[in-house]
């Protein structure tokens, strides 16, 4: 890893404040184990989640949430699992993509690349997206509990931290 990284990684916050969303027509609070699985991560990575939301895949319920909480200061990301199939029901991918600021197409092409090792070329159907929205840093990533745990251990814990020193920077 370069020296410029690893000193930015060593400026970065430590412990975050978390926005965690669950974008789904059918799950609660009690089944909701992808959105379970990333507050356990992130809880036991040091992370603090201030708001936990579960929300139908529709734009006029998910446009509202993003904003809030791209509004709040101290809210320093937003994770967001489900709704990035190719379904016509599946509307997260445009939704997200409409509100950001700056976007990280890095993330998706990452997830997906990790994702192929584990499901083969059915990664196609995954449109992960990430980027900013102001300094919010909002990443999207599959409803599965597979796609939460790869994208939450290999590439979001890892660098989350580093995004938000990024994003913040003045």
Known sequence: ???????????????????????SDTRTRETDTSGALIVELAEGAGHRILER???P???NAMRPLFQRFAAREELHATLVTGGTGISP????FETVSSLLSK???GYGELFRMLSYAEIGPACLLSRAVGGLM?????LV???SRAAVQLAMTKIILPELPHLVREARKL
């Open 53 to 55: 939301e579960i929300v």
């Open 134 to 138: 102001g300094r919010m840093v909002l």
């Open 1 to 23: 890893m370069s020296q410029a990284v690893t000193a930015h990684r060593a400026e970065a916050p430590r412990s975050l404040n978390l926005a965690i969303l669950t974008v």
């Open 57 to 59: 895949d529709d734009p």
């Open 89 to 92: 029901r599946d509307l997260t």
């Open 103 to 105: 976007p990280l197409p």
């Open 141 to 143: 990533m599959p409803g």
